[in-house]
């Protein structure tokens, strides 16, 4: 069984090609940007078998083709470690790619498990440096290094994804740190752009929740373009989403 907040049919937004999202309730960190507050619950969202899921991806197979498959979103899905590993060991089987979106924050076998069974990880990187994470985040971002560097050692391809955040972590101090760091990664393909969104913040007003951001707007297009620019010193091929 997993804990599924709801599934995206035919997204274009996590992965390459054509895919079917899976979107896991539950997260263990606070992100102050989060869009999605109705899925920090872990114990929200409905129970879904997952062999659901696997009819529902043999039914979309046909459209995959030869990029796309089955990515597995959240909340946070490394919560789950233990049906994902069994879920993408199925998806294998019948020939679906998998990808993994995760935050990185969990280092645990069984996480690592399923990374090797991961064939595209999406590694969202917060903020490089530890201090600020703390502030974005609530949490140390040690763990997501070292799962990118556990990524890296298992020579399997990873997309790098980074929301944007005026303020936060637009400065350029920041993206040149953040390419330092991984300038040497041989498994990064790709490193997505997010540009910060205020679409999820009416969410929190129906969950009586308090917004912190609520002073931070989008990246303007020359934010976006300046972090472009210089990701691109760094990261092979550098996309904004
Ligand atoms: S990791 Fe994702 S789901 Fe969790 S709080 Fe951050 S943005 Fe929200």
Known sequence: MLRVHSIETFGTHDGPGLRLVVFLQGCNIRCLYCHNPDLLDREGGKLMKRKEIIELAEKQKEYFGEEGGVTVSGGEPTLQPKGLNKLFRSLKRRGIKTALDTNGMITSDEVK????????????VKHIDEKMHIKLTGASNRNVLEM????EDTGKPMWIRYVLVPGWNDE?????????YFKDYKTIEKLEILPYHTLGVYKYKELGMKYKLSKVNPPTSENIENARKILSEYFTEVVVK
Request: hydrophobic share 35%; no cysteine; proline share 0%.
């Open 172 to 180: 350029e101090k920041y993206l040149r740190l953040l390419g330092e």
């Open 113 to 124: 498990k399923l990374y090797k069974k991961t064939d595209l990880l999406l590694l969202d």
């Open 148 to 151: 990118a560097k556990y990524r």
